[in-house]
């Protein structure tokens, strides 16, 4: 994910992010582990989450500024906007089934998401989002 976000977060082309099923909270441990090594996978599960969270936070963000650029510039310039800005850019991610859990979203919540009013929908079904992490993602509604 470190090698591929940046090029995300610059190649204003896409449209849909889906990167749904590929554990970027972490693998799940097995159920027959012993405590203390579930104990070390979970942190080590909740670092993986937080720097995933980050990534995902950059990538939003980059392209909410460069499609915000953009409109400022049209209109400086006395242009229409048309929908050049809206199509040019992030609208929609998939994240289900990532294994991701509360720590992901307060990273990503840190990157100002809440200010994007271009993305229309992140899917997160089937991730470990406590309360805490909901009642974040309710915030920026």
């Known amino acids: 994910m470190r090698v591929l976000a940046p090029k995300l977060a610059e190649n204003s082309t896409i449209n849909i992010l889906d990167l749904s099923h590929n554990f970027l909270g972490g693998p799940k441990p097995p159920k027959d582990e012993s405590s203390k090594k579930r104990a070390r996978r979970l942190e080590r ?26 409109v400022w510039l049209n209109s ?23 294994s991701l ?5 307060l990273a990503m919540m840190k990157f100002r998401v809440r200010y994007d009013t271009w993305l229309r929908s992140i899917n997160f079904r089937h991730n470990n989002i406590s309360q805490l992490g909901v009642k974040e993602l309710l915030n920026i509604l």
Do not use: C, M, W, Y
Request: glycine share 8%; proline share 4%; hydrophobic share 30%.
């Open 101 to 105: 859990g509360d720590e992901f979203i």
């Open 45 to 70: 599960a909740k670092s993986v989450s937080q720097e995933a969270g980050q990534l995902i936070g950059k990538i939003i963000s980059r392209h909410n500024e460069k499609r915000n650029e953009q």
């Open 76 to 98: 400086i310039r006395n242009e229409p906007t048309a929908e050049e800005p809206i199509s040019n850019g992030l609208i929609e991610i998939n994240l289900e089934n990532n």
